[in-house]
């Protein structure tokens, strides 16, 4: 199992900026077969949407609404998965969430997610 705990969210007026990170905890082999981490969003009355995503060894994608004002990155180490967030907009306005791609040690594919971290920005 692999659990995620989300940390770094809050108000943030328009324009500024704002870094949500992500602790990943489990067993070893989990930890280590853990792929592809990232970052989706859901707003009130929207849909869930990637917002950011990190491969193992270190190629990223990013949603078309955040490419330039966003940087993700992992620890893989640490286990650690982090979001840079600048030049704020309102339409950011979300609740975030943590998420792990991972395989077990039966080699099924799993994936984890965290319990989510508002950010609110306010024009």
């Known amino acids: 199992q692999v659990q995620l705990v989300e940390s770094g969210g809050g108000l943030v007026q328009v324009g500024g900026s704002l870094s949500l990170s992500c602790a990943a905890s489990?067993?070893?082999?989990?930890?280590?077969?853990?792929?592809?981490m990232g970052w989706y969003r859901q707003a009130p009355g929207k849909p869930r949407e990637l917002v950011a995503s990190?491969?193992?060894?270190?190629?990223?994608n990013y949603g078309p609404s955040v490419k330039g004002r966003f940087t993700i990155s992992r620890d893989n180490e640490k286990h650690t998965l982090d979001l840079q967030i600048n030049n704020l907009l309102p339409e950011d306005t979300a609740v975030y969430y943590c998420?792990?791609?991972?395989?077990?040690?039966?080699?099924?594919?799993?994936?984890?997610w965290g319990q989510g971290t508002q950010v609110t920005v306010s024009s």
């Open positions: 998420y792990a791609d991972w395989y077990s040690d039966l080699r099924e594919k799993y994936d984890s």
């Open positions: 990190v491969l193992y060894g270190g190629d990223t």
């Open positions: 489990g067993s070893t082999f989990s930890l280590s077969s853990i792929y592809v």
